[in-house]
């Protein structure tokens, strides 16, 4: 079944895309050596948050995070975590979501 998006919603999904594209890229500039994973879930938590958006993985499901995050041969839904510290050479995949205004 195809659901039609009113302009409205369409909008509304273009906002969300664009604040989780930005959560995105804020995280992705803090990848560097010796920071956790932990750490760039809560820029991209706060980033998301100070948009006036919601994290849409964070509770989904019980997900812990924003952000799934996964070290070189992790291969999707990595938790964020403290323990999880980035070395020089890692390989690190970043995706997350935004709901904005329902």
Do not use: R
Request: hydrophobic share 40%; aromatic share 8%.
């Amino acid at each position: 079944m195809i659901v039609l998006k009113t302009n409205k919603e369409l909008e509304l999904m273009k906002k969300a895309c664009q604040i989780s594209s930005d959560a995105l890229f804020k995280a992705g500039e803090a990848v560097k050596p010796g920071v956790s994973t932990w750490h760039l879930d809560k820029i991209a938590y706060d980033y998301i948050k100070s948009q006036g958006a919601e994290p849409n993985f964070l509770g989904l499901y019980g997900f812990p995070g924003t952000c799934c995050i996964s070290v070189n041969d992790q291969i999707i839904h990595g938790i964020p975590s403290k323990k999880v510290i980035l070395k020089e050479g890692d390989i690190v995949s970043i995706d997350t979501g935004a709901k904005f205004d329902g």
